[in-house]
């Protein structure tokens, strides 16, 4: 069905381009106004062409035609239960509209141009279908109250899909962990080797990230699930419409307060694009770190085939496509959530056209927050650490000396004498190209008389390294397990 849709916008897209180029002419020879029976009362010409097609928004906005349908029909509900409405005609609507979303779905919908926007294409469709009425639809509520609730209802929706996703990518990184708790590889700071730390703790790393942007993604979700319908154009309506009713049917945790600013603001789509946009600045710290990893140089991981590419004129490449995408990606979503800030920054109170515009940045927002976990959600479990490669690197670079400090510390020298000490230990390393733990213990002890033959099995190895950090938070295989197992438990209460 997405696709179908994307397919309408498609063509809609390219028939208005192919209108536009013809605007001058359209410009001297208005066409009939065919909106003229939803608003064209007060006027003595009809739309300019061109104009008529700039302002429209139903080649983006038709996407919402389903929000848009319900929200009708729980509005004409909701007037049927009031007596604004007589039992017959809410039927007659509800038919209506249930053929039309038919006919939508089957690709057999003439969206029109000249209707300007989905909601009146569908509401005049409905007359065409049903007669008189069909007019009586739109008793009691604006365009302005109506978009701003397919909105929601849209992005609501879209918000379960991307959780899914991402409980989904979340699973799949705690099981590679979980296979990952006792792999080494080398823990970077500047991207040096640092400390060693284990595979499975850094891919804990990234699941605490996501954990907090599920978090962000509900919390906006209960501002995003709040009624504007009722607001009207932006003061109310004098019918005695019951709102709550309204809300329940439609599953709104509440509606809004302030009629005004239900139907202008649109701050609960900046909030997602927010939380999207922190979405794609961790998948894209992840998928810098695996385009290094995957590279000749670190070798650390390999991506499967299938989500890779290779170069027409080098045989040899194959090319981490897939995180390079998304990392180039998260610049759209950065790109759209300013786009929305500045379309709301300067506008009076209430509804606005420059609203209109908040759909497309909206829409890319979703589509590629949600294409990118997708594939992140794909990849993740299919990922191939080397371990063996991961485990060498730990060993170069010193990965161990803040070790070796702890080591003597615990003998009784002050932590910044133990760190000179080390320092020239090292600086004897880089000298004869040697590990610290490859030095003799007599080379070792030159440095420090403190410095026994434990030091080898307590302080200089990897897996003396990591099992030493072992408390909540780090990064000992124990310590590990221990926050797989709680993860599982937060994944599940957080999805609940
Ligand atoms: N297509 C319009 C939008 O997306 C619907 C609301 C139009 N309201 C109006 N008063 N012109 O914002």
Not at 13 to 35: G, I, K, V, W
Not at 77 to 94: H, Q
Not at 147 to 169: G, H, K, N
Not at 264 to 285: P, W, Y
Request: aromatic content about 8%.
């Amino acid at each position: 069905m997405r696709l179908q849709v994307r397919q309408n916008l498609l063509y809609s897209f390219l028939f208005y381009r192919a209108d536009m180029t013809t605007s001058s002419q359209s410009a001297e020879q208005p066409t009939a106004n065919q909106t003229s029976g939803m608003w064209g009362g007060r006027f003595t010409e009809a739309t300019d062409a061109f104009v008529a097609e700039f302002t429209a928004s139903v080649q983006f906005d038709q996407r919402f035609y389903k929000q848009d349908i319900a929200g009708s029909i729980a509005h004409a509900t909701m007037l049927a239960k009031v007596g604004v409405l007589t039992d017959a005609e809410r039927d007659d609507i509800i038919q209506g509209l249930s053929e039309i979303k038919a006919e939508i779905e089957a690709g057999r919908f003439e969206w029109r141009i000249d209707l300007e926007d989905v909601h009146m294409n569908i509401e005049s469709r409905l007359t065409q279908r049903i007669g008189i009425t069909g007019k009586k639809l739109h008793t009691g509520r604006s365009r302005n109250d109506q978009v701003a609730t397919d909105i929601r209802l849209y992005l609501r929706d879209e918000i379960d899909d991307i959780l899914s996703i991402l409980q989904r990518l979340q699973k799949g990184l705690l099981g590679l962990a979980a296979s990952h708790t006792h792999t080494i590889m080398p823990g970077f700071t500047h991207l040096q080797t640092a400390q060693p730390v284990t595979f499975g703790h850094h891919l804990l790393a990234w699941f605490e990230m996501f954990v907090r942007d599920t978090e962000r993604l509900q919390d906006c979700r209960k501002r995003v699930n709040r009624m504007p319908l009722g607001s009207a154009a932006l003061a109310g309506t004098t019918y005695p419409i019951d709102r709550a009713y309204t809300a329940q049917l439609l599953g709104f945790e509440a509606v809004s307060e302030n009629s005004l600013d239900a139907v202008s603001d649109r701050d609960f789509a900046i909030e997602f694009n927010a939380a999207a946009a922190l979405i794609m600045m961790h998948l894209s710290r992840m998928s810098e770190e695996l385009i290094l990893w995957t590279s000749a140089q670190f070798k650390f991981v390999n991506i499967p085939d299938r989500f890779c590419t290779g170069s027409s004129i080098m045989p040899q490449k194959k090319n981490p496509d897939v995180p390079e995408l998304i990392r180039g990606k998260s610049g759209r979503v950065f790109g759209d959530l300013i786009s929305l800030l500045t379309l709301m920054k300067g506008q009076p109170l209430a509804y606005n056209k420059d609203n209109q515009e908040d759909k497309e940045p909206l829409f890319d927002a979703i589509d590629t927050v949600r294409g990118s976990l997708m594939a992140f959600a794909d990849m993740v479990p299919a990922l191939v650490p080397n371990i063996e490669i991961m485990r060498e690197a730990a060993l170069r670079g010193f990965s161990t000396a803040t070790d070796l400090a702890d080591y003597l510390v615990k003998k009784g020298v002050a932590f910044r004498d133990a760190h000179e000490i080390v320092g020239k230990a090292v600086a004897l390393g880089v000298q004869e190209d040697k590990d610290l733990s490859e030095l003799s213990l007599e080379q070792l002890q030159q440095f420090s008389d403190l410095i026994g033959a434990d030091v080898f099995d307590n302080a200089l190895t990897l897996e003396a390294s990591v099992n030493a950090r072992d408390h909540i938070g780090g990064t000992s295989p124990k310590q590990v397990e221990a926050a797989i197992a709680r993860a599982h438990d937060r994944l599940a209460q957080l999805y609940a």
